[in-house]
Structures are given as structure tokens and as C-alpha cells.
């Protein structure tokens, strides 16, 4: 079992910056593929970035790519997800999701375990 805890959203201007932090418990976070979705009102769920167990391998939703760095911390259980750039329409909840197996994925449906979600206001 993995209990994942977002923190870091908030709201900022458009061409702003903010860094989601998501937190595991347990001692098995270096075995799972992590992943960041995001949903914003009315809109389905949607993928953002994946990371493997390592961290060597990293996998971009192309409305994010350039903008945003994924990355992870095995020591402090801890993944990360660099937002730059940021536009309204980015604007959205945001959730960290872990997968058992290790790999960076983008479906949904590999994740096992999901957390709360921070919310993200970009305004123009």
C-alpha cells in the first residue's frame, strides 16, 4: 500500500512558476513508475508526465513538453514536478499517481494509487 500527498499548487500569472511535490509513505517508492494527471472542470483526466522507478526515463503529454520537468527523489520518497511557463489553460487539479510495475507510463488505468490532487490556478 502507498499513500501519496500532493502540496505545492496555489495560483500565479500566466509566464509564472510553481513546483508540485508529491510524498509517498513506505519503503517500496523506488520500485514504482510515478505519473503526474491533471483535470480541470469538465474535462476528462488528463496525462501529464511519467517517470520511472529510476528516474532515468521521462515521458511528456506534448501540451507540457518544454515547459514542465518531471524528476524524483528516492531518498526522500519524494517526486517533483517543475511547471514553467505556465498558461491559463494549464490551469487544473493535479494528481500524482504510482504504478506498480515500475515503468513511465500515461494511461491511467496502470496506476494503482492516486492522492488528493492540488489545485493550480494560472491567471491571464
Known amino acids: 500500500q502507498v499513500q501519496l500527498v500532493e502540496s505545492g499548487g496555489g495560483l500565479v500569472q500566466a509566464g509564472g512558476s510553481l513546483r508540485l511535490s508529491c510524498t509517498a509513505s513506505g519503503r517500496t517508492f523506488s520500485r514504482y513508475g510515478m505519473g503526474w494527471f491533471r483535470q480541470a472542470p469538465g474535462k476528462e483526466r488528463e496525462f501529464v508526465a511519467a517517470i520511472n522507478y529510476s528516474g532515468g526515463s521521462t515521458y511528456y503529454a506534448d501540451s507540457v513538453k518544454g515547459r514542465f520537468t518531471i524528476s524524483r527523489d528516492n531518498t526522500k520518497n519524494t517526486m517533483y514536478l517543475q511547471m514553467n511557463s505556465l498558461k491559463p489553460e494549464d490551469t487544473a487539479v493535479y494528481y500524482c499517481?504510482?504504478?506498480?510495475?515500475?515503468?513511465?507510463?500515461?494511461?491511467?488505468?496502470?496506476?494503482?494509487?492516486w492522492g488528493q490532487g492540488t489545485q493550480v490556478t494560472v491567471s491571464s
Open positions: 499517481a504510482a504504478g506498480r510495475f515500475g515503468y513511465a507510463k500515461e494511461e491511467v488505468e496502470y496506476y494503482e494509487y
